[in-house]
Each structure stands twice: as C-alpha cells, then as structure tokens.
C-alpha cells in the first residue's frame, strides 16, 4: 500500500534492543517507551500481551503504563501529524484508545480483531463492556476469519461494520543453503514438523502421542518442533515415557525467515491446537505460511483453520484432540507423498487466490477509501 502511495506511519510498543524510531520499506515505524528501564517491558511480544500476562502474572502492573503511553503518543500522532484513518489492531486496550483520539480529532477508526480479544478475553462484567463499547463505536471492523466474525457478532457488532480480511503470513525465499544443512542432518529420513508455541492450546502433547502411533509403522520418522514454550519440560519428558526420544527434534525458536525452509524441508506440517477454555486458533498464520510453501498441511478442525484448509483438497483435518485420528493420517500421507504433492498444490492455488499479500492489500484498500470519503 505504501508503494501504491499511501504514507503509513506504525506506533508499537518499544522492546529492549529495538529502535525507536525506523524507515522499512516505505513506512515509518515509531516504537513508544511504557516503562524504564527498557528490560522492563515485558508485557508484549514472544507470544503476545495475553501469553504473558499468563506465564508472568506481574506484568499486569505494567497495564495502566502501556494504556497511558498509547494513548499519549496516539493523541500526539493524531494533533501533530493528522492522520486520514486510524487502524488499531486488538479491541483492548488499542481500539479503546483510537476510538478516543478519532472522537477528538474527527478521524474514522477501523479496528481490527485478530481473535485472542475475543477468544482469550472475557465477554462479560467490565471488559465485555469495552469491548461491546469499541464495536458499537469503530467505523468499521476487521476480522481474520470466519470463526473471529462469528465471535464478534455474538459480542454485538452490527453486521453491517464488520468484514473478514485475513492476515498475512510471512512470505520469505526458501534459503537453499539451510535447506541442504537440513537434508545432510536428517538424511532421508521421513519428517514430520511442529512449528509454534509449546502451550497447551497448540496441542503439542497431542501430536506427540500420535506421533507414538506413527514410529510403530514408519520406523524412521522424525518428528521436529521449530518454536518453545511453558511445555518444553514435560514434552521433553512425554517423549522419554513413550519410547520416541531418539525421534524426537527440539529445534527451538528460529528466526522468522528461516521458518519457510523448515517447511520445505518437512513432509508435512502438522497444527494441532485445541480448545482450551474460550480460547482457540482465529485463522494459524502457520497454515497459511506451509501452504505458500508448498508443504502438505495436516490440522483439527477448529476456528479459522477451516477456512484455509478444505478436508482431502487443500489438506487434511482431524477432531482436536484425536490423537489415533492424526496418526492414521500422518502414516497415510508419509506413505503416499503424491497425496500430500497434490494438496500443496491445490493449497498453494488457494493462498494466491484469498490470502496473498496483494489480495489482501487490494481489500484494505477498498475498506479505508471507504471509510475515509465516508
């Protein structure tokens, strides 16, 4: 959109190590300080606002700091630069905060909803409120799948404001020296890859109990988790109990532009998150990413993963939790790779089609020059 002539500016939260201030590509990236010194900021990032406020319940003091720092330099933004369009990301708190600073300025704010806002935050007593408060009074709202959309109207948005635009998904070359590195460790060996958060709502036990079922018909696969998490401990020790430690990778976290050559690399990509309270999958940009990849993709049939992946076309889909389901599935595509080709290419068909960047870009485009001439 920048190339197409827009001038975007971005207000993030800062992080220690990251700059304040950054051109990329066109678009200014302004990163605002909520507490000092920077080692503190703890509140957002590796996993978002809400995996933190969980593993570290302290950060909650850093709220109003956050609240505060946003809305300052927001308002700031709004009377120095003048905006046409305000696009917050998350109801709570930035949509709460745009919502304001469009009232006093006169800007039209579109607010985006990428699911945990619904999914992760109660719908009732004062956060229900803000919430049904920033739908009712944003110009138009943005969700990233089906089942976002479903979630928000049952939360009082008016039908007419919201519309489903998906979020993009990294898009990085396949890096052919890593790729090589990868074959020579693993050989020929069968792989089968996990990439995310070791939280309990990714589902990484469950496939590591499938994957017990798969070593006792395909001897030599691999089973590989690229990500970490509060669960690494017990996975680690979930694999020794059931006898598949020596077939078990530990990758860790990598950077986010090698994450395509490990899908490459992988016969099939494997996301099994489950429903874990009122929480579950909005869309799985991992899909989308193995499905631009090319990478067969074996997921439960949850949230927004069913709009990207259709049962025996585009990948295959199994009940969360279903752990001799998955196994059957993961032997069948290891032992048939024609199967998982035509899948990916089908995917792959798929993404160019609903969820590209220049697709998605087109989409937003109309949404904004609609909101702004309105």
């Given at each position: 959109m920048a190339a197409n002539g827009y001038t975007i500016r971005v207000l993030v939260p800062h992080a220690k190590g990251a700059l304040i201030y950054e051109e990329s590509e066109g678009i200014s990236v302004r990163r605002y300080r909520y507490m000092w010194p920077s080692g503190a900021q703890q509140l957002c990032y590796d996993g978002g606002m809400l995996i933190r406020l969980k593993a570290k319940p302290w950060t909650a003091l850093l709220l109003p700091f956050l609240i505060l720092a946003q809305a300052f330099h927001l308002l700031a933004e709004c009377l120095i630069w003048k905006p046409d369009l305000i696009h917050s990301h998350s109801?709570?708190?930035?949509?709460?905060?745009?919502?304001?600073?469009?009232?006093?300025f006169g800007i039209p704010h579109i607010c985006t909803s990428h699911g945990n806002d619904v999914f992760g935050l109660s719908k009732d007593g004062a956060m229900g409120l803000l919430k049904r408060q920033v739908l009712r009074h944003a110009d138009a709202i943005t969700v990233n799948s089906?089942?976002?959309?479903?979630?928000?109207?049952?939360?009082?948005?008016s039908i007419e404001k919201v519309h489903q635009i998906p979020a993009v998904?990294?898009?990085?070359?396949?890096n052919a020296d890593l790729l090589e590195a990868i074959n020579q460790k693993f050989g020929d060996a069968p792989r089968i890859l996990f990439v995310g958060?070791?939280?309990?709502?990714?589902?990484?036990?469950?496939?590591?109990?499938?994957?017990?079922?798969?070593?006792?018909?395909?001897?030599?696969?691999?089973?590989?988790?690229?990500?970490?998490?509060?669960?690494?401990?017990?996975?680690?020790?979930?694999?020794?109990?059931?006898?598949?430690?020596?077939?078990v990778e530990f990758i860790g976290w990598r950077p986010g532009d090698e994450i395509a050559t490990w899908m490459a690399a992988a016969e099939v990509l494997v996301v099994p998150s489950k429903l874990v309270g009122t929480w579950q999958e909005a869309q799985g940009l991992v899909v989308v990413e193995a499905m631009s990849t090319?990478?067969?993709?074996?997921?439960?049939?949850?949230?927004?993963?069913?709009?990207?992946?259709?049962?025996?076309?585009?990948?295959?889909?199994?009940?969360?939790?279903?752990?001799?389901?998955?196994?059957?599935?993961?032997?069948?595509?290891?032992?048939?790779?024609?199967?998982?080709?035509?899948?990916?290419?089908?995917?792959?068909?798929?993404?160019?089609?609903?969820?590209?960047?220049?697709?998605?870009?087109?989409?937003?485009?109309?949404?904004?020059?609609y909101c702004i001439q309105r």
């Amino acid at each position: 959109m920048a190339a197409n002539g827009y001038t975007i500016r971005v207000l993030v939260p800062h992080a220690k190590g990251a700059l304040i201030y950054e051109e990329s590509e066109g678009i200014s990236v302004r990163r605002y300080r909520y507490m000092w010194p920077s080692g503190a900021q703890q509140l957002c990032y590796d996993g978002g606002m809400l995996i933190r406020l969980k593993a570290k319940p302290w950060t909650a003091l850093l709220l109003p700091f956050l609240i505060l720092a946003q809305a300052f330099h927001l308002l700031a933004e709004c009377l120095i630069w003048k905006p046409d369009l305000i696009h917050s990301h998350s109801l709570l708190p930035q949509g709460l905060v745009a919502i304001i600073a469009g009232r006093l300025f006169g800007i039209p704010h579109i607010c985006t909803s990428h699911g945990n806002d619904v999914f992760g935050l109660s719908k009732d007593g004062a956060m229900g409120l803000l919430k049904r408060q920033v739908l009712r009074h944003a110009d138009a709202i943005t969700v990233n799948s089906s089942a976002t959309l479903k979630a928000v109207l049952e939360q009082g948005a008016s039908i007419e404001k919201v519309h489903q635009i998906p979020a993009v998904a990294n898009r990085v070359e396949v890096n052919a020296d890593l790729l090589e590195a990868i074959n020579q460790k693993f050989g020929d060996a069968p792989r089968i890859l996990f990439v995310g958060r070791f939280i309990e709502q990714k589902g990484v036990l469950d496939l590591l109990e499938a994957f017990s079922r798969v070593i006792k018909q395909v001897d030599s696969a691999k089973c590989l988790f690229v990500g970490d998490g509060v669960l690494r401990s017990q996975m680690e020790a979930m694999a020794n109990e059931l006898g598949i430690a020596q077939s078990v990778e530990f990758i860790g976290w990598r950077p986010g532009d090698e994450i395509a050559t490990w899908m490459a690399a992988a016969e099939v990509l494997v996301v099994p998150s489950k429903l874990v309270g009122t929480w579950q999958e909005a869309q799985g940009l991992v899909v989308v990413e193995a499905m631009s990849t090319g990478t067969p993709v074996i997921a439960s049939r949850m949230g927004g993963i069913v709009d990207m992946v259709d049962e025996g076309v585009t990948g295959r889909l199994f009940t969360p939790g279903d752990t001799k389901h998955l196994a059957s599935l993961l032997v069948g595509i290891l032992a048939n790779p024609l199967e998982g080709e035509r899948m990916a290419a089908a995917a792959q068909v798929k993404v160019a089609e609903h969820f590209a960047p220049d697709v998605v870009a087109r989409q937003t485009e109309r949404l904004y020059k609609y909101c702004i001439q309105r």
